[in-house]
């Protein structure tokens, strides 16, 4: 999801070109979900605030995603 970041986050340190849209990432994590794989972890590099909230904002947002669709995970596989 490097490409995601970049798009929404231009200034990071190893620019990559290309990528998910936010919600074609979020819709792939819920597609995995949906075919009854469990999510046991998950990794969000290189987010962390810039000079403004916008870095911050766009990180925290698809920590959330990630973090209820792993719940939903394991729900489905308990």
Same mark, same amino acid.
């Given at each position: $999801? %490097? ?12 620019? &990559?070109p290309?990528?998910?849209? *936010? %919600? #074609? =990432? %979020?819709?792939?994590? !819920?597609?995995? &979900?949906? !075919? ?5 972890? *998950?990794?969000?590099?290189?987010? =962390? ?6 870095? =911050? @904002? &766009?990180? =925290?947002? $698809?920590?959330?995603?990630?973090? #209820?669709? %792993?719940?939903? !995970? #394991?729900?489905? @596989? !308990?």
């Open positions: $999801m %490097t490409g995601l970041i970049q798009k929404l986050c231009p200034p990071r340190v190893h620019p &990559v290309g990528g998910l849209e *936010f %919600t #074609q =990432a %979020t819709y792939l994590i !819920s597609e995995v &979900v949906k !075919s009854g794989r469990k999510i046991i972890g *998950f990794d969000l590099c290189e987010v =962390a605030p810039g000079a403004g909230e916008w870095d =911050a @904002n &766009v990180g =925290a947002r $698809m920590l959330w995603e990630l973090s #209820q669709w %792993t719940i939903e !995970s #394991q729900k489905q @596989n !308990s």
